[in-house]
């Protein structure tokens, strides 16, 4: 029942829609602009935010949310009308496939438009899920059930099918065949009058705005959060479809072996999504509990909002001097703070973690947890960490959440470090008792865009701290 009243309130909003489609498009074709912009929906993640943010940004530019627009994709999609048993299920794609054809004409009418398409890859094995679940008639109980019993039935090869029957067919781009630099987490390709502006949804919280600005010539892009998966109608039918998904581990393997993953993510990252896959099966019986208090709730307890202030930096860069300073001035102007610390925690919550890069990676995923959850409870968070990997410092970004997360570089160079030797940690690596030490014989990654950074070698602790503090919270 839930699920046909969703698809009735779903095909009125798009009747809204095509409705507005088309007071825009008599407006817009008596106007100058010279783009169209299409936001690809693959793998349904962010799409409406993304389209939010362009709408939003761009209110006299039309807009365009799409599933597929390549003559092979709606012509099938138009075969399965037929093929559906059920009205609603006929209705949504219906209603996509004449959204399509209109874009068609559109684009087809106005040959010297600009098409500007912008839209997000994703770890696969979740998007294959996504998109079977979208595309599962929901009814059929039994087909639900065979479906996750048998890999047979479930196309596996969805995103580099995606890429060629869609990107590739409608626009000429084969994204596939041209650089991309996962570090980065985008990429901007062209031909004739096709673009794509292609991100990684593991980074678009991270890169949104620098991407949007190098794709449109415009700054000023901000990314909400718009139709988020858990708040959507379906959510808890797709959390049973997937804990009830069993993944055969030969198709794992094939799945991030292709082409498509291999393409877009780091050997490190695949490895990561391996893992990450393994946890939620071992753990697809265990369930969220959500409170009953709102996070807007404690705010207004507190008088402020939560944060995370990620300070990163070699030993000795002054870390652990800046966040207590923090902390004490915080807490004088009457804001909650706490300092998590990265040796505080090895004593305890990470006591069982060397200092291997597995390691590393894993204590500053603890750490990310526990900041969130102090955020959570409306506690601002010092965290104090070297967390040496530029990719694990973007894994605490998305588990803490973009908009609560500030990155601190606590800058000092290495003699500056050896010579300060707080610890005495420098005087063992140079004995020769220490092996892997961060900025001696393991990697440090400097942050690329911190929110915020301060040299420890001509600003003291106190005008560190003041500094941070006072960006900080007018980001």
Known sequence: MNNIIFNVCRYFQERYRAMMYKFRHRREAQQTTNSIYLVYTMGKVASMSVLDAITSRLPHIPVFAM?????????FQEWQLGDSTHWD????RKIHTNHARKIRKCIAKYPHRQIKIVTLVREPLNQIISQIFQQLNLHDLDALKQMTADNRQINFDYPTEWCNDELLAFSGIDVLREPFCPEKGYEIYQNGRFSVLAIRFEDVNRVFAEAMSAFSGIDGWVLGEKNKAENKQYANEYKTFKNEL??????LEKVYSSGFVTHFYTNDEIENFKKQWKIFKKNRNVFKETSHVKSEDRHSIFGHKPLTIWLTGLSGSGKSTIAKTIEKQLIERKINAFILDGDNLRHGLCSDLGFSPEDRSENI??????????NDAGVVVIAAFISPFRKDREQAAQIIGSP???EVFIDADIDTCKKRDPKGL?????????????GIDAPYEKPEKPDVHVNTENQTAMEAAMKIVDVVFIL
């Open 67 to 75: 599933h597929y627009l390549s003559e092979k994709n709606l012509k």
């Open 89 to 92: 299920n006929r209705l949504y």
């Open 246 to 251: 069993e993944i055969e581990v030969a198709v």
């Open 365 to 374: 995923r603890r750490a990310s947890e526990v900041a969130r959850m102090m």
């Open 404 to 406: 609560r997360f500030r």
């Open 426 to 438: 420098y005087a063992k690596v140079i004995a020769g008792e220490i092996k892997g030490f961060t």
